[in-house]
Each structure stands twice: as structure tokens, then as C-alpha cells.
């Protein structure tokens, strides 16, 4: 249990997508005291039916803050275009600063098994600037900063490969997780075809079946860290000691 209050930290490509897959997440350790820091990498301001990306844009800017608000968050958004993230050293060393400067105890990002090449871009992104973030060599404003833990959560579009790992009890926050969903437009319904609200409320529904809780959020290790190291198999430690 720490002494003091940590910091998790979500990166997500579009906005929305952090409070789609970690909303739940984030509440409950913002209301265990912990403090939270939400990065969209783009505004994910394409692909509204009627509204311009500068119009949109705008809006998107006042649902992060909003859903921020409610969580007990911070929200910070990068300047980079919808669909044209680019996986690059400049982009990487943005995120290495950020983390410096944050010093997350944890951060969740988009599983690498995704269909939108943005989210795809995200997760690359994040795991060299964590790598970048925790070398002491590599001279940047703030000194280094070690991670301890990062973790995939689920969303729609990541699916490929992507496993159920760690069930986490989210119960006493669904109301408020669906009430951050329903800071955003295009998870209320008529941006896109896709029922993000209901999916999302089911997926909670599944999962929490599937855990023994009324409402669970799963997610994903990193690869390799669910290896342990025993000296005896558990249940079979040696006799009388
Ligand atoms: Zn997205």
C-alpha cells in the first residue's frame, strides 16, 4: 500500500478512447486517492457526418475536460491529425517528456492487435517512449523515470491477440463510468454506427460474470510479465515448514 498518492496515467490515440477502455480504471484509483493524468494523442476530430474536423475539434476539446472533470483527472491532447499520427523519434521523445514530467506509476495503453492504424501508432509510440523515459543517458529537461507497471485494456477496435489477464472490481463506479461515456457524442450514438455505450455497459456486464463481480474491467499484461518465479509449486510447498 503506498504512503502517498501515485499518478496512473492513460494514453489513448482518439479522444475517447482512454475513457472508453479506462474510465472505470481511472475512477476507481482517483477515489482510492491516486491521481490521474489522461493523454489523447490526437483529438480524434475526423469522420463526424456533418460537422468540419475544426468544428468538431473544438467540441472534442470541451468532452475531454468534461469527462476529466469527472473522473478527477487532468486531460492533455497533442496537436497531431486525426488518421495521420506518425510513428516517430520527434513523437516518441514528446511522450518521454511527458512521462518525465508526469512520473506515472502505471500507465494503460492500446494493445499493439488493433484495426486503426492510429491506435496501432499509439502503442509503439508509448512502449520506446517509456524505454526513452527511463534512461538516464538520454539528456532531456526532467531526469529519468521508471514505469512500474503497463497495462493493455480492452477496446473494440484491439482485439487481435489481445487476452483477459487481470479482472479489476469497478462495480461501485459504473455509474460514473457511463456518465463519462456519455460526455462524448459519438458514444451517446449518431457519430458513428458502432453502439459504443452499449458495448461498453455489456462488456462490463461479461466480464464482471466472468470474475465474480457485478461490473469488472479486464486487462492485459505486458507480454512475459506473468511469469513467476517459485521455488516449489504453490499448494506444494515443501511439508512442516
Ligand atoms: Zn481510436
Known amino acids: 500500500m503506498p504512503d502517498t498518492p501515485q499518478t496512473l496515467m492513460v494514453i489513448g490515440a482518439h479522444a475517447g478512447d482512454a475513457e472508453n477502455m479506462a474510465a472505470a480504471t481511472v475512477l476507481k484509483h482517483t477515489r482510492a486517492g491516486h491521481a490521474a493524468v489522461i ?5 480524434g476530430e475526423a469522420g463526424h457526418p456533418s460537422l468540419l474536423p475544426e468544428v468538431y475539434a473544438e467540441q472534442r476539446k470541451q468532452e475531454v475536460a468534461e469527462s476529466a ?8 491532447w497533442l496537436a497531431y491529425r486525426d488518421g495521420e499520427l506518425p510513428m516517430s523519434d520527434e513523437v516518441k521523445l514528446q511522450v518521454c517528456d511527458l512521462i ?24 509503439e509510440i508509448v512502449r520506446d517512449a517509456i524505454f526513452y523515459a527511463s534512461l538516464p543517458a538520454l539528456r ?6 521508471r514505469v512500474c507497471g503497463v497495462y493493455f485494456p480492452e477496446n473494440w477496435e484491439d482485439m487481435d491477440g489481445w487476452r483477459a489477464d487481470l ?10 463510468y457511463l456518465a463519462v461515456l456519455r460526455s462524448h457524442e459519438f458514444i451517446r450514438g449518431g457519430v458513428s ?15 464482471g460474470c466472468l470474475s465474480g463481480f ?4 479486464a486487462l492485459m499484461l505486458q507480454p512475459g510479465a506473468w511469469v513467476r518465479r517459485l521455488r516449489h509449486l504453490p499448494g506444494l510447498e515443501p511439508v512442516g515448514r
Request: charged fraction near 25%.
Open 100 to 123: 518525465r514530467q508526469e512520473r506515472p506509476t502505471t500507465i494503460l495503453t492500446h494493445w499493439r492487435g488493433s484495426c486503426h492504424k492510429d491506435h496501432v501508432a499509439t502503442h
Open 140 to 145: 532531456r529537461d526532467q531526469p529519468a523515470h
Open 167 to 176: 479482472y479489476l472490481d469497478v462495480t461501485d463506479v459504473w455509474p460514473d
Open 214 to 217: 457485478a461490473k469488472a474491467a
Open 69 to 76: 472533470r469527472l473522473m478527477g483527472a487532468r486531460a492533455i
Open 39 to 43: 493523454l489523447h494523442m490526437t483529438l
Open 193 to 207: 454506427s458502432f453502439r459504443y455505450l452499449e458495448y461498453y455497459d455489456a462488456l462490463g456486464t461479461v466480464r
